[in-house]
């Protein structure tokens, strides 16, 4: 397996989410590459995969090992070092990257402060230096980051063989699907002509059904806003009641339903608050239909 890609591990100091970011010239690249464990590290592994790295890396990062150390380990104990290449960084933010020297050129990495860039069949070497800047550069979460990284170095011609597919994955503790795993953004686009800026559209939608809302779209849940969902929920088929504002157990079940409907239910909340993107989505669901007809 030749995944010749290019690739960005990170750490984010402030939020402790760790994350993988790569594209490629090859089917399905996030099947291969990237490999994460909330509260100890993150892993690319490429170049005639050693998918191994993968678990082990973070079996030994876990032990408390420097991701350098564990480098050395992973490739002493590999045969078939000279063909592979990896990054790592751990939940300190200290990175470290390995480039064997049979790898296809353009091959090579970058290591800085919270992260490693690598690559190879790359345009060239300005390739992992956009990467690299770009991710140093830029602010926002840490998926925006690694997507800056990505869009970075494509500009510089990227896999010199072109675009085929993208993967995005950051972990911190308990931020999956309800809270029970590490897995807090797993988007992958395994094969499309522009890859990343599929990833980046994906990861948009992501936010809009399961990032935490941000303060200015919590208002409390008035009588006025009960009345303006009634009318949509009536327009959009899930409430016969009056639209008249009052609580009531069959808005209740017609709201919950909708929510769950379309795919909402991580922004029904438990205080007196409510998520304006839950009307805004409504409002947008009830204009297309109406254009549809």
Same mark, same amino acid.
Request: hydrophobic share 40%.
């Given at each position: ?41 993150? !892993? ?41 290449? $990896?990054? &790592? !960084?751990?939940?300190?933010?200290? $990175? ?56 970075? $170095? ?30 807090? &953004?797993?988007?992958? !686009? ?11 559209? &994906? ?91």
């Amino acid at each position: 397996m030749r995944t010749s890609t290019f690739s960005i591990v990170a750490y984010d100091l402030g939020t402790g989410e760790l994350g993988v970011a790569a594209q490629s010239k090859f089917l399905a690249v996030g099947a291969a590459v990237p490999w994460a464990k909330a509260g100890v590290g993150a !892993v690319a592994t490429q170049s005639y995969a050693n998918t191994t790295y993968g678990p082990e890396g973070l079996k030994l990062l876990a032990e408390g090992l420097h991701p350098q150390e564990v480098l050395e380990r992973l490739t002493a104990a590999d045969p078939g070092r000279d063909l592979r290449q $990896a990054g &790592i !960084v751990d939940a300190k933010g200290r $990175a470290a990257a390995f480039t064997g020297a049979k790898c296809l050129p353009w091959a090579g990495h970058l290591v800085g402060e919270n992260f490693a860039c690598q690559g190879n069949i790359l345009a060239s070497g300005k390739v992992v230096e956009a990467m690299a800047e770009a991710f140093a550069k830029s602010r926002g979460t840490l998926a925006e980051r690694l997507l800056s990284a990505l869009f970075s $170095a494509q500009r510089e011609g990227g896999d010199r063989r072109g675009q085929q597919s993208a993967v995005l994955l950051v972990v911190k503790e308990k931020g999956g699907y309800g809270g029970f795993n590490d897995r807090y &953004i797993d988007l992958r !686009v395994d094969d499309h002509p522009r890859p990343i800026e599929e990833l980046k559209r &994906i990861y948009e939608l992501h936010q809009l059904y399961f990032a935490p809302p941000k303060p200015e779209e919590l208002v409390p849940f008035t009588e006025d806003l009960r009345r303006e969902l009634q009318k949509l929920l009536i327009s959009l088929g899930y409430f016969k009641g009056e639209a008249d504002g009052k609580p009531s157990k069959e808005f209740d079940e017609a709201f919950f339903n909708f929510c769950g409907t379309e795919n909402l239910e991580e922004h029904l909340r438990k205080d007196d608050k409510f998520d304006l993107r839950i009307l805004r989505y409504m409002e947008g669901l009830v204009k297309e239909r109406a254009w549809r007809g």
